[in-house]
T-cell receptor
Framework: DAGITQSPRHKVTETGTPVTLRCHQT?????MYWYRQDPGHGLRLIHY???????DKGEVSDGYSVSRSKTEDFLLTLESATSSQTSVYFC??????????????FGPGTRLTVL | GNSVTQMEGPVTLSEEAFLTINCTYT??????LFWYVQYPGEGLQLLLK?????DKGSNKGFEATYRKETTSFHLEKGSVQVSDSAVYFC???????????FGSGTRLLVRP
């Protein structure tokens, strides 16, 4: 299995507070992604990164920002959390230098509740 | 736009029954197609994939064939087990960033 960890695994916060989720990989994959999973929607891409300091928006990027200062780490920040951002957040990596270049590997997820 | 449509669940089967989960897609261009599986409390795992028309992906007894003419990638298994109970996601990837577009997922429950 790809080495991907997410922290924290669970978080409860209040509306209006900033929240940062961390994704860490040990696989040296070029691409990293943040998705959110909500009932009836599957997974939707929030932001992704194609290299250090190189990021781009996904389908549901409003209210989120990201940063990637090292290959291993990809941070997702909710500047001012809202109840609509209550969700399960998954990090994924891809673009490995082998035959599975187009395959994404997922972390265990972070369950975020915004009260 | 690009999208993936899956049959709604839950799908409830008895052990050893035949499984089909339908997946169709809309895409500009020639996507790669994937099935991911999510077991309770876990992240997603790649189950199988196909990168061009008529390719068949297979893994753990599951199969899916990339059908360009019907824009479909249906998941099948000849004899399901209780341990196959999970949520199955169909997805496509279109460009060099390998971003995935997912269907809404289909929950499978297999009863002993």
């Amino acid at each position: 299995d790809a080495g991907i960890t997410q922290s924290p695994r669970h978080k409860v916060t209040e509306t209006g507070t900033p929240v940062t989720l961390r994704c860490h990989q040990t696989e040296n994959h070029r691409y990293m992604y943040w998705y959110r999973q909500d009932p009836g929607h599957g997974l939707r891409l929030i932001h992704y990164s194609y290299g250090v300091k190189d990021t781009d928006k996904g389908e549901v990027s409003d209210g989120y920002s990201v940063s990637r200062s090292k290959t291993e780490d990809f941070l997702l920040t909710l500047e001012s959390a809202t109840s609509s951002q209550t969700s399960v957040y998954f990090c994924a990596i891809g673009g490995g230098a082998d035959s599975s270049t187009d395959t994404q590997y997922f972390g265990p997820g972070t369950r975020l509740t915004v009260l | 736009g690009n999208s993936v449509t899956q049959m709604e669940g839950p799908v409830t089967l008895s052990e050893e029954a035949f499984l089909t989960i339908n997946c169709t897609y809309t895409a500009t261009g020639y996507p790669s197609l994937f099935w991911y599986v999510q077991y309770p409390g876990e992240g997603l795992q790649l189950l199988l994939k196909a990168t061009k028309a008529d390719d068949k992906g297979s893994n753990k007894g599951f199969e899916a064939t990339y059908r360009k003419e019907t824009t479909s990638f249906h998941l099948e298994k000849g004899s399901v087990q209780v341990s196959d109970s999970a949520v199955y996601f169909c997805a496509l990837s279109l460009d060099s960033s390998y971003k995935l577009i997912f269907g809404s997922g289909t929950r499978l429950l297999v009863r002993p």
